[in-house]
């Protein structure tokens, strides 16, 4: 059964703290992991797709990684606006039904 | 460019009603997807259509429909409403072809 997980649940930075979210994912065959953003009462804010062990991409403080059996965002130099839920996605080279799985989240809070 | 818009944001029903909730996509886009997003359950994919046509379904009871119309406008129904169906439900597009999706703001039910 394909199975994403994220740690920490809940993670409390101070302003300028670097830090790291993980993702580990057990799936049949990878088409991609995606990382979202959610603010509360939103919908989900695309941040990145990574699709093959090795790659990175980054945006503004935000550094996704990816192996092969887990995913890193990295948060450089957080600042309070980086406060939100953190979310990782897989698609499964097979759908078998389901279309994205998504983890718990990561819940990120920068204080000032 | 107009992102996914979804009506209405907000509604509040009782047990035994039925719902419907809108979902319109990115221009250009598609494939929708349905999502359902509990504080317990997280974001649980529900289905997706693609050029009018179910292509993908999760593991929610018949009571859950949907459909999509050739401007790619989508609709989903919920029957006979339990209390547990209480969530927040996000539609999500992408155009053909690409793996990421975008998502609309939510559409938060209440079932008293």
């Known amino acids: 059964e394909d199975q994403v997980t994220q740690s920490p649940e809940a993670l409390r930075l101070q302003e300028g703290e670097s830090s790291s979210l993980n993702c580990s994912y057990t799936?049949?065959?990878?088409?991609?992991l995606f990382w979202y953003r959610q603010d509360p009462g939103k919908g989900p804010e695309f941040l990145f797709t990574l699709y093959s062990a090795g790659e990175e991409k980054e945006k503004e403080r935000l550094k996704a990684t990816l192996t092969k059996k887990e995913s890193f965002l990295h948060i450089t130099a957080p600042k309070p606006e980086d406060s939100a839920t953190y979310l990782c996605a897989v698609r499964p080279r097979e759908d078998y039904g389901q279309n994205f799985v998504f983890g718990p989240g990561t819940r990120l809070s920068v204080l000032p | 460019k107009a992102g996914v818009t979804q009506t209405p944001r907000y509604l509040i029903k009782t047990r035994g009603q039925q719902v419907t909730l809108s979902c319109s996509p990115i221009s250009g886009h598609r494939s929708v997807s349905w999502y359902q997003q509990t504080p317990g359950q997280g974001l649980q994919f529900l289905f997706e259509?693609?050029?009018?046509?179910?292509?993908n379904k999760g593991n929610f009871p018949g009571r859950f429909s949907g459909r999509q119309f050739s401007n790619s406008r989508s609709e989903m129904n919920v029957s006979t409403l339990e209390l547990g169906d209480s969530a927040l439900y996000l539609c999500?597009?992408?155009?053909?072809?690409?793996?990421?999706?975008?998502f609309g703001p939510g559409t938060r039910l209440t079932v008293l």
């Open positions: 799936v049949s065959g990878l088409r991609g």
């Open positions: 999500a597009s992408s155009p053909a072809g690409v793996n990421e999706q975008f």
């Open positions: 259509y693609f050029s009018e046509t179910q292509r």
